[in-house]
């Protein structure tokens, strides 16, 4: 019996020998076993999950940093508010922030805390007031600061509305 792996190539191209149809021999079955491990391991289903709880206090707070300026948006009228999926709706968020009451330049004019009560004794006429004049003066915003967030989906957006709605 005659083994030839190249039937069909003329007889002057390929020799057939011993040692090559070992050697093709070997690869096939090479391969054969290596085919048959990987449709092995193809098949086996492992399924695993893993939840890991953290009960540490400094893990449920995300530090949030940020820093924003408003060209033309007077600061009595700003706020940082948050809202997430637990039900958690906080106008004027505390934190860490200061804004920076800009001119037209941009060029700082004043400080203020932005969580002092520096708008708490306003009338709302007063705000209307200032309100006015820094649309006027095209007086600009820049919040910056830093407020903790609760690691939950949710969204914060700083808005337009009456500082005392927050007192």
């Not at 695993?48 to 709880?53: D, F, G």
Request: proline letters at 3%; a negative charge.
């Amino acid at each position: 019996m005659e083994f030839d792996f190249y039937k069909d190539l003329p007889k002057d191209i390929a020799k057939p020998t011993m040692v090559g149809a070992s050697f093709s021999a070997g690869v096939i079955v090479v391969i054969g076993i290596l085919l048959f491990y990987q449709v092995a391991e193809f098949f086996r289903f492992q399924s695993t999950s893993e939840i890991r709880v953290s009960m540490a206090e400094e893990d449920q707070y995300l530090t949030l940093n940020f820093d924003i300026t408003f060209p033309e948006t007077p600061c009595t009228i700003l706020s940082l508010d948050l809202v997430d999926v637990t039900g958690v709706h906080i106008v004027n968020v505390g934190g860490k922030m200061e804004k920076r009451q800009l001119d037209k330049a941009g060029k700082v004019l004043s400080v203020i805390d932005a969580y002092s009560s520096h708008y708490a004794e306003y009338s709302a006429q007063q705000v209307y007031d200032d309100v006015v004049t820094g649309l006027q003066k095209k007086e600009g915003c820049q919040m910056a600061g830093a407020v903790q967030i609760h690691k939950v989906p949710g969204n914060f957006h700083v808005s337009s509305h009456n500082q005392q709605a927050a007192y």
